[in-house]
Protein backbone atom coordinates (compact mmCIF):
# COMPACT_ATOMS: atom_id res chain seq x y z
CA UNK A 1 0.00 0.00 0.00
CA UNK A 2 1.55 3.40 -0.92
CA UNK A 3 0.79 6.94 2.00
CA UNK A 4 -1.33 8.33 -1.38
CA UNK A 5 -3.70 5.35 -0.72
CA UNK A 6 -4.26 6.25 3.20
CA UNK A 7 -7.60 7.56 3.90
CA UNK A 8 -9.56 5.60 6.25
CA UNK A 9 -8.47 3.85 9.79
CA UNK A 10 -8.56 1.06 7.89
CA UNK A 11 -5.86 1.94 5.35
CA UNK A 12 -4.05 3.67 8.03
CA UNK A 13 -3.93 0.28 10.03
CA UNK A 14 -2.76 -1.66 6.70
CA UNK A 15 -0.31 0.97 6.03
CA UNK A 16 1.47 0.75 10.12
CA UNK A 17 1.02 -3.24 9.34
CA UNK A 18 3.04 -2.91 5.72
CA UNK A 19 5.91 -0.42 7.86
CA UNK A 20 6.25 -2.71 10.55
CA UNK A 21 7.16 -5.49 8.40
CA UNK A 22 9.48 -3.40 5.99
CA UNK A 23 11.26 -0.65 7.69
CA UNK A 24 10.54 -2.13 10.86
CA UNK A 25 12.39 -5.36 10.74
CA UNK A 26 15.12 -3.63 8.89
CA UNK A 27 15.72 -0.78 11.40
CA UNK A 28 19.17 -0.99 12.82
CA UNK A 29 18.75 0.99 15.72
CA UNK A 30 16.84 0.93 19.49
CA UNK A 31 12.70 1.91 19.77
CA UNK A 32 14.03 4.72 21.90
CA UNK A 33 16.15 5.83 18.88
CA UNK A 34 13.19 5.47 16.50
CA UNK A 35 10.64 7.36 19.14
CA UNK A 36 12.98 9.89 19.78
CA UNK A 37 12.69 10.47 15.71
CA UNK A 38 9.17 10.36 15.68
CA UNK A 39 9.42 12.91 18.13
CA UNK A 40 11.14 15.02 15.42
CA UNK A 41 9.14 14.44 12.60
CA UNK A 42 6.07 14.94 14.91
CA UNK A 43 7.33 18.69 15.82
CA UNK A 44 8.03 19.34 12.05
CA UNK A 45 4.02 18.54 11.60
CA UNK A 46 3.11 20.46 14.66
CA UNK A 47 0.84 22.31 12.53
CA UNK A 48 -0.49 20.55 10.32
CA UNK A 49 -4.41 19.19 10.35
CA UNK A 50 -4.05 15.45 11.45
CA UNK A 51 -5.02 12.81 8.81
CA UNK A 52 -4.73 9.21 8.62
CA UNK A 53 -1.93 9.71 5.60
CA UNK A 54 -0.40 12.68 7.89
CA UNK A 55 -0.38 9.82 11.04
CA UNK A 56 1.01 7.35 8.69
CA UNK A 57 3.51 9.39 7.02
CA UNK A 58 5.23 10.59 10.32
CA UNK A 59 5.50 6.81 11.34
CA UNK A 60 7.00 6.16 7.91
CA UNK A 61 9.41 9.57 7.90
CA UNK A 62 10.70 8.65 11.66
CA UNK A 63 12.98 5.40 10.25
CA UNK A 64 14.81 7.93 8.24
CA UNK A 65 14.69 11.38 10.04
CA UNK A 66 17.85 11.72 12.58
CA UNK A 67 16.93 11.38 16.33
CA UNK A 68 16.72 14.34 18.67
CA UNK A 69 19.15 13.95 21.40
CA UNK A 70 18.15 12.61 24.42
CA UNK A 71 16.62 15.74 27.11
CA UNK A 72 17.52 14.90 30.52
CA UNK A 73 13.91 17.06 31.46
CA UNK A 74 12.18 14.36 29.40
CA UNK A 75 12.51 11.89 32.48
CA UNK A 76 10.40 14.58 34.49
CA UNK A 77 7.03 12.99 32.01
CA UNK A 78 6.34 9.84 34.06
CA UNK A 79 2.48 9.20 32.82
CA UNK A 80 1.14 9.11 29.78
CA UNK A 81 -1.71 11.53 28.81
CA UNK A 82 -4.76 11.18 31.01
CA UNK A 83 -7.24 10.45 29.04
CA UNK A 84 -6.28 7.24 28.13
CA UNK A 85 -7.23 5.83 31.34
CA UNK A 86 -10.64 6.90 30.56
CA UNK A 87 -13.55 4.95 29.24
CA UNK A 88 -13.97 5.09 25.33
CA UNK A 89 -17.53 6.19 25.84
CA UNK A 90 -16.41 8.78 28.76
CA UNK A 91 -12.97 9.95 27.06
CA UNK A 92 -12.44 13.62 27.23
CA UNK A 93 -9.97 14.56 24.74
CA UNK A 94 -7.02 16.59 26.01
CA UNK A 95 -6.84 20.43 26.05
CA UNK A 96 -4.12 20.74 23.85
CA UNK A 97 -3.70 17.24 21.72
CA UNK A 98 -0.03 18.38 20.19
CA UNK A 99 1.69 18.97 23.72
CA UNK A 100 -0.60 15.91 24.89
CA UNK A 101 1.20 14.10 21.80
CA UNK A 102 4.64 15.35 22.80
CA UNK A 103 3.97 14.01 26.25
CA UNK A 104 3.54 10.52 25.33
CA UNK A 105 6.60 10.91 23.28
CA UNK A 106 8.54 12.50 26.22
CA UNK A 107 6.97 9.76 29.02
CA UNK A 108 8.04 6.75 26.65
CA UNK A 109 11.23 7.44 25.68
CA UNK A 110 11.91 8.58 29.51
CA UNK A 111 10.77 5.10 30.01
CA UNK A 112 13.09 3.43 27.35
CA UNK A 113 15.95 5.41 28.15
CA UNK A 114 15.35 4.49 32.13
CA UNK A 115 14.92 0.60 31.20
CA UNK A 116 18.41 0.71 29.45
CA UNK A 117 19.99 2.32 32.08
CA UNK A 118 19.13 -0.06 34.80
CA UNK A 119 19.81 -3.39 32.10
CA UNK A 120 15.79 -4.44 32.03
CA UNK A 121 16.15 -4.11 28.21
CA UNK A 122 18.67 -7.05 28.10
CA UNK A 123 16.53 -8.96 30.06
CA UNK A 124 15.67 -12.44 27.45
CA UNK A 125 12.12 -12.46 28.86
CA UNK A 126 11.42 -8.76 28.37
CA UNK A 127 8.58 -9.99 25.57
CA UNK A 128 6.68 -11.13 28.64
CA UNK A 129 6.16 -8.07 29.73
CA UNK A 130 8.87 -5.78 32.28
CA UNK A 131 7.80 -2.44 34.30
CA UNK A 132 9.81 0.69 34.24
CA UNK A 133 10.70 2.58 37.59
CA UNK A 134 7.52 4.57 36.45
CA UNK A 135 5.68 1.62 37.16
CA UNK A 136 4.32 1.07 32.86
CA UNK A 137 4.41 -1.94 31.41
CA UNK A 138 6.22 -2.72 28.51
CA UNK A 139 5.28 -5.74 25.72
CA UNK A 140 7.44 -4.27 22.61
CA UNK A 141 11.12 -2.83 22.41
CA UNK A 142 11.91 -2.69 18.79
CA UNK A 143 10.34 -0.55 15.89
CA UNK A 144 9.11 -3.81 14.18
CA UNK A 145 6.68 -5.24 17.19
CA UNK A 146 6.13 -2.20 18.42
CA UNK A 147 4.15 -0.88 15.12
CA UNK A 148 2.73 -4.33 14.66
CA UNK A 149 0.78 -4.43 17.93
CA UNK A 150 -0.02 -0.89 17.84
CA UNK A 151 -2.73 -1.82 14.93
CA UNK A 152 -2.83 -5.33 16.17
CA UNK A 153 -6.42 -4.57 17.11
CA UNK A 154 -7.48 -2.27 14.21
CA UNK A 155 -10.00 -2.78 12.19
CA UNK A 156 -8.61 -3.12 8.15
CA UNK A 157 -11.95 -2.37 6.90
CA UNK A 158 -12.59 0.61 8.69
CA UNK A 159 -14.11 3.47 6.95
CA UNK A 160 -13.71 6.20 9.26
CA UNK A 161 -11.70 9.59 8.05
CA UNK A 162 -12.37 11.52 11.27
CA UNK A 163 -8.72 11.70 12.53
CA UNK A 164 -6.89 13.22 15.63
CA UNK A 165 -3.49 13.67 17.12
CA UNK A 166 -5.34 11.15 19.80
CA UNK A 167 -5.23 8.50 17.33
CA UNK A 168 -1.22 8.61 17.16
CA UNK A 169 -1.23 8.67 21.07
CA UNK A 170 -3.35 5.60 21.18
CA UNK A 171 -1.35 3.89 18.46
CA UNK A 172 1.88 4.60 20.75
CA UNK A 173 0.34 3.65 23.99
CA UNK A 174 -0.98 0.22 22.30
CA UNK A 175 2.77 -0.10 20.68
CA UNK A 176 3.78 -0.18 24.27
CA UNK A 177 0.96 -2.43 25.48
CA UNK A 178 0.00 -4.71 23.41
CA UNK A 179 0.86 -8.07 23.79
Given amino acids: MELADVVTFGDYAQFVKTLSSTLG ?4 GTLEEY ?3 LLQVVEQHASDTPTYRLLAQVLRDAFTAPALPFALDWLA ?3 PPE ?7 ERIPPGDPFAA ?4 LHDQIADLHR ?3 AGKLDFPYRYYGIASSAGHTWYNFDPRTFLECAVASGDSSSSITDCSR ?4 VTLWL ?5
Fill in 25 to 28: SSYP
Fill in 166 to 169: EDLI
Fill in 101 to 104: LQAM
Fill in 35 to 37: LRS
Fill in 115 to 117: LQE
Fill in 77 to 79: VTD
Fill in 83 to 89: FLFQFDS
Fill in 175 to 179: GQIYE
